[in-house]
T-cell receptor
Framework: DAGVIQSPRHEVTEMGQEVTLRCKPI?????LFWYRQTMMRGLELLIY????????DSGMPEDRFSAKMPNASFSTLKIQPSEPRDSAVYFC???????????????FGPGTRLTVL | QKEVEQNSGPLSVPEGAIASLNCTYS??????FFWYRQYSGKSPELIMF????GDKEDGRFTAQLNKASQYVSLLIRDSQPSDSATYLC???????????FGKGTMLLVSP
């Protein structure tokens, strides 16, 4: 398996622009997670999906952020409008099923490094 | 609120020594524990998971879990410069799908 795939790997944009990050989870995984990582705050869970349905978006910082999962093999995280404080590395991860015995192991994609000028 | 605490480091050890990384968690319902390694500029990669009290060994790595004391540790034997990275501890609750991550401990192994 190719693992979790994310695109783009790097994104530089100007404040106010729309940014769309993309993720393809590992085939057969039922859960998809979007994280943001910064030096100050570490790895923060933004939202996660189960079988394409958003389960918990309480980590989404504000209404400028939205996420969709139209099918089992594709998800997007959109920021509109973007702001400099959104600059971070955004990771997508997927897992097979609920917790217990390591079956909740999350596998991370390579991340998207976002810079908002 | 679920919390996973790690010393940010850096933890500096000489090549060949044993590196000991520690983690405490607040949610007693936590049952799965993970250690991820993250090289600078890269994504977290799983080293190992543990869910039973005691030790679990995998090559040079040993994870230790003590549920009564709510701590997890990772020992790296014969540390190599290539082990220099940030190590993230994560905890999961059985029946739930999310993991709570610590902020990580930076390990530096000097030649």
């Amino acid at each position: 398996d190719a693992g979790v795939i994310q695109s783009p790997r790097h994104e530089v944009t100007e404040m106010g622009q729309e940014v769309t990050l993309r993720c393809k989870p590992i085939s057969g995984h039922d859960y998809l997670f979007w994280y943001r990582q910064t030096m100050m705050r570490g790895l923060e869970l933004l939202i996660y999906f189960n079988n394409n349905v958003p389960i918990d978006d309480s980590g989404m910082p504000e209404d400028r952020f939205s996420a969709k999962m139209p099918n089992a093999s594709f998800s997007t995280l959109k920021i509109q409008p973007s702001e400099p404080r959104d600059s971070a590395v955004y990771f997508c991860a997927s897992s097979l099923e609920k917790g217990g015995g390591g079956t909740d192991t999350q596998y991370f994609g390579p991340g998207t490094r976002l810079t908002v000028l | 609120q679920k919390e996973v605490e790690q010393n940010s480091g850096p933890l500096s050890v000489p090549e060949g020594a044993i590196a000991s990384l520690n983690c405490t968690y607040s949610d007693r319902g936590s049952q799965s524990f993970f250690w991820y390694r993250q090289y600078s500029g890269k994504s977290p990669e799983l080293i190992m998971f543990i869910y039973s009290n005691g030790d679990k060994e995998d090559g040079r790595f040993t994870a230790q879990l003590n549920k009564a004391s709510q701590y997890v540790s990772l020992l790296i034997r014969d540390s190599q410069p290539s082990d220099s990275a940030t190590y993230l501890c994560a905890a999961g609750v059985s029946g739930y799908s999310t993991l709570t991550f610590g902020k990580g401990t930076m390990l530096l192994v000097s030649p």
